[in-house]
């Protein structure tokens, strides 16, 4: 079993930065591929972005360029830094922990709204 908690959230202005946080429960963090999904209301739940666990990272087109995810094994923790913000940005941001192995394990989220 993993548990993930993730931090960071909150309101934000348009062009500003959050960084998010997820940390992650267990001894094999390592050994998980890492992603952020989120979802706006009354939208499906999109992905983000991924790191492997070699750290090789995907994003989505939307986020290219602005958001990047990283990972630090030792604290069992991945990130989202998140710059230029826009509205379009708003959502709730869940961290997902996948392996072939050890199964798949979701946060419950955390808000991030960005407006004026």
Same mark, same amino acid.
């Given at each position: 079993?993993?548990?993930?908690?993730?931090?960071?959230?909150?309101?934000?202005?348009?062009?500003?930065?959050?960084?998010?946080?997820?940390?992650?429960?267990?001894?094999?963090?390592?050994?998980?591929?890492?992603?952020?999904?989120?979802?706006?209301?009354?939208?499906?739940? $999109?992905?983000? *972005?991924?790191?492997?666990?070699?750290?090789?990272?995907?994003?989505?087109? %939307?986020?290219? /360029? @602005?958001? +990047?995810?990283?990972?630090?094994?030792?604290?069992?923790?991945?990130?989202?830094?998140?710059?230029?913000?826009?509205? $379009?940005?708003? *959502?709730?941001?869940?961290?997902?922990?996948?392996?072939?192995?050890?199964? %798949?394990?979701? /946060? @419950?989220? +955390?808000?991030?709204?960005?407006?004026?």
């Amino acid at each position: 079993q993993v548990q993930l908690v993730e931090s960071g959230g909150g309101l934000v202005q348009p062009g500003g930065s959050l960084r998010l946080s997820c940390a992650a429960s267990g001894s094999i963090f390592s050994m998980y591929v890492m992603a952020w999904y989120r979802q706006a209301p009354g939208k499906q739940r $999109e992905l983000v *972005a991924t790191i492997a666990t070699g750290g090789s990272t995907n994003y989505a087109d %939307s986020v290219k /360029g @602005r958001f +990047t995810i990283s990972r630090d094994n030792a604290k069992n923790t991945v990130y989202l830094q998140m710059n230029s913000l826009k509205a $379009e940005d708003t *959502a709730v941001y869940y961290c997902r922990a996948q392996s072939l192995a050890y199964g %798949s394990y979701w /946060g @419950r989220g +955390t808000q991030v709204t960005v407006s004026s």
